[in-house]
């Protein structure tokens, strides 16, 4: 039976939405300014300020720019509980994040990832201070000393290319201050479960053209779990150390050379899981293998920026990234079974961005960009290993080798002034890109070799009409079109497979920003339609189906939604929230669920309709919730002590399904998640207490289900911060 949206859940969160939303943002002007003084900070964040985005490679204020995004501040985050990326989506709408430890499906508006290895890569990229990311891995890494975050809904094919169908993420750290001496701030935290947590800032003024900003975060905490069984290995306690370095030189008023490098050793413990279908609590479960979730990543970007007389800009972004994520695991998920996974993967990408950038005033602006990107996986020797059981070699899947990738791009966006508001924006981005394998292969006992590669070649882009109707009202309308391409499936024993398409996506949207109440309230309206085209998925190999293989739906997967957003300040309150719904409706399409033993072909085009060649239309898009919702609302009490301030978060994603198979009795239904966060806040001079609670209720939901297992979210925490700022 089809979920459908409850009429009375839609409706409570539409009459918390009583005029259209927008933009609920709170991000600062000057986002990268240190608080120096307590009364200041207070004055700014009791205002509306304008809300301005990055990722178009210019600033441009969110008001008038067409685009939906939710743009929040390092306050915010603190203020809603967003540590990781997980619980960014409980602040913002049309947005899921399933996290199953070593992998991190994000997934905006139903597209983004679905499937769970290195081949297929991601939908929804994050960029950090300006370069993108692990595809893959590595998303884990903490929030601190923040000064942005843009979450970006809808294709954006022309300025971030190939790996933002569903959409993107741009993380900002706070950067160096030329002339705005030593300042910066410290914070502490404890919690339950033992947790000890301390980061900084330290802003250093170094000559009249040159600053550095040093910035740390370290977490430690007991383990949620409470694993019985003969395992060895973590009990999945936290161990988290992070540092970042900036350097700002400003010789002129022409050159700008900001230099960032940051360092994580995230240690997890364990990523414990068990059975989808498992009667216990998530939090108490059995093992009997090693268990281990280790990250160790750098990250190194070099940005320069030099305006020539005319006003033309060219901009410089140099990225270098490795890292190494090692990760061991019970695949059966009881201390009954013998099944085991571990691995141990080596990735670094090298990327280089070239724009060239218009001045922002004159009836026509516009942007050119290059962008070049490698990015290698390296499996080392005996450290990709599925064992039944394991250290036998004839019932051991044994990987080892490497699989680069390729990526160059040449992109632009002109922007015509039609009239005094009426504006034309068009933009694209030409990709080509390849994958390749040099992987060795031991599949029970049987030797294979994969070397093969695959080349894919692609255009998007974005036409949008934009009307100001007046200096408070902004309409647009676009078409936008993204891709994301294919990757190499692994030997199955069945000689190389073919490798699967890319996905690509049509995106038409229309929105309307407004300004209410002389600035105090600001709303937005989004209506959005996708035709998906591509979708990869993992199924049974249609001639033999005893064996999984990726490949694409063949026909087009139907999304559509609506989306309303707000920010209000009305006198010491604060309010804000966000209402996502959204339908989707899967092409003709049949496949053998890769968990049911079979043996007769199933044809992806024309089945036939059997037991276990199933007809897939109509089904729900995965991770495609119908209905997400957000709400804060927070009061400031002015007392002669300083200034209290209590605030609570609501956030809610409904129920999705996990595979296109649809079987609840396999456990691909993913339900509803339900987190309510809360602080208490008394700021006197230049200190900040904070009594915080996130997930409130202590709902035990399960964050992700994968190779038959499920995994679970961050249960109820609470405790105390002191930060100082100087």
């Known amino acids: 039976m089809k979920t459908k949206i409850s009429k009375k859940r839609v409706l409570h969160a539409s009459l918390l939405l009583i005029f259209p939303w927008c933009g609920f943002v709170s991000a600062q002007e000057a986002a990268s300014e240190p608080k120096a003084k307590a009364d200041e900070t207070k004055q700014e964040v009791n205002k509306i300020e304008t809300i301005v985005v990055t990722a178009e490679r210019r600033t441009k204020p969110l008001q008038i720019t067409p685009i939906s995004a939710t743009v929040l501040s390092g306050d915010d985050l603190a203020n809603k509980g967003v540590g990781v990326v997980d619980q960014l989506m409980f602040a913002t709408p049309s947005a899921t994040v399933n996290n199953f430890g070593q992998g991190i499906d994000f ?40 000064a942005t975050i843009e979450i970006l809904r809808g294709p954006q094919g022309t300025f971030v290319g190939q790996n933002a169908t569903g959409g993107a993420v741009f993380v900002t750290s706070n950067d160096p201050i030329i002339g705005g001496g030593k300042s910066g701030y410290v914070q502490g935290q404890v919690g339950n479960y033992s947790d000890i947590g301390l980061q900084g800032a330290l802003n250093i003024p170094l000559t009249d053209t040159l600053a550095a900003r040093i910035a740390f975060n370290s977490e430690n905490r007991n383990s949620f779990w409470n694993i019985s069984g003969p395992y ?52 108490t479960v059995t093992a009997n293998a090693d268990l281990k979730a280790l990250d160790k990543l750098n990250r190194s970007v070099l940005s320069i920026d030099y305006q020539f007389a005319n006003g033309v800009k060219l901009r410089s972004v140099s990225g270098y990234q490795s890292g190494n994520t090692a990760y061991r695991a019970d695949l059966d998920g009881t201390s009954a079974g013998n099944s085991t996974f571990r691995d141990s993967v080596d990735e670094k990408i090298s990327s280089e961005e070239i724009n060239l950038i218009s001045p922002s005033s004159g009836p026509i602006t516009w942007v050119l960009g290059a962008y070049w990107q490698k990015d290698t996986y390296t499996f080392p020797p005996k450290e990709f290993v599925i064992g039944v059981p394991p250290g036998n070699p004839a019932s051991e899947y044994v990987l080892d080798g490497t699989n680069p990738k390729k990526t160059t791009a040449l992109f632009g966006k002109i922007g015509f002034d039609l009239s005094d508001r009426l504006e034309l924006e068009i933009g694209g981005r030409h990709t080509r890109s390849s994958t390749s394998n040099d992987v060795n292969v031991v599949q029970y006992g049987l030797p294979l070799k994969d070397v093969q590669r695959a080349d894919y070649t692609n255009f998007s882009g974005k036409v949008a009409l934009n009307f100001k109707v007046d200096a408070k009202q902004f309409l647009y309308a676009f078409a936008a079109t993204g891709f994301r391409p294919g990757g190499l499936n692994v030997p199955v024993g069945l000689g190389l497979p073919a490798p699967f398409d890319e996905e690509k996506v049509k995106s038409y949207e229309l929105g309307w920003k407004s300004i209410w109440l002389d600035g105090d309230f600001r709303t937005q309206l989004t209506a959005f339609h996708n035709d998906y085209k ?34 209000a300040k009305f006198g010491d309150w604060k309010l804000d929230g966000g209402l996502g719904v959204m339908s989707s409706k899967l092409g003709s399409f049949y496949a053998v669920d890769p968990r049911t033993v079979s043996f007769v072909p199933c044809n992806p085009f024309t089945g036939p309709a059997t037991a276990n060649c199933r007809a897939l ?110």
């Open 107 to 146: 997934n905006i508006r139903g597209i983004g990832k679905g499937e769970h290895n290195s081949q297929t890569t991601t939908g929804v990229v994050t960029y950090r201070d300006g370069v993108a990311t692990f595809p893959g891995y590595f998303a884990g890494e903490p929030y601190y000393d923040i």
């Open 617 to 726: 239309k109509g089904q729900d898009q995965t991770y495609a919730p119908n209905l997400t919702f957000n709400f804060g609302v927070q009061r400031d009490i002015h007392t002669d002590n300083g200034t209290i301030t209590p605030r609570l978060s609501y956030g809610h994603v409904s129920k999705q399904w996990a595979t296109l198979f649809e079987d609840a009795t396999r456990g691909d239904r993913i339900q509803s998640r339900n987190i309510l966060n809360g602080q208490i806040a008394w700021q006197h001079d230049s200190y900040t207490w904070t009594l915080y609670g996130t997930n409130l209720t202590n709902q035990h939901y399960v964050a992700a289900i994968n190779s038959g297992l499920r995994f679970a979210g961050a249960p109820r925490q609470f405790g105390l911060r002191l930060a100082m700022w100087f």
């Open 534 to 567: 591509n979708f990869q998925v993992i199924i049974g190999y249609p001639t033999f189906p005893s064996f999984g293989i990726e490949l694409n739906v063949p026909d087009t997967t139907k999304i559509s939604g609506f989306e309303a957003q707000a920010q």
């Open 232 to 283: 060895t290995g973590s009990d999945a306690r936290l161990r988290t150390n992070s540092a970042r370095l900036g350097l700002l030189w400003q010789p002129s008023s022409a050159l700008t050379v900001l230099f960032k490098t940051d360092y994580s050793h995230l240690d997890y413990g364990a990523y414990p899981a068990d059975p989808v279908n498992a009667t216990n609590d998530l939090f």
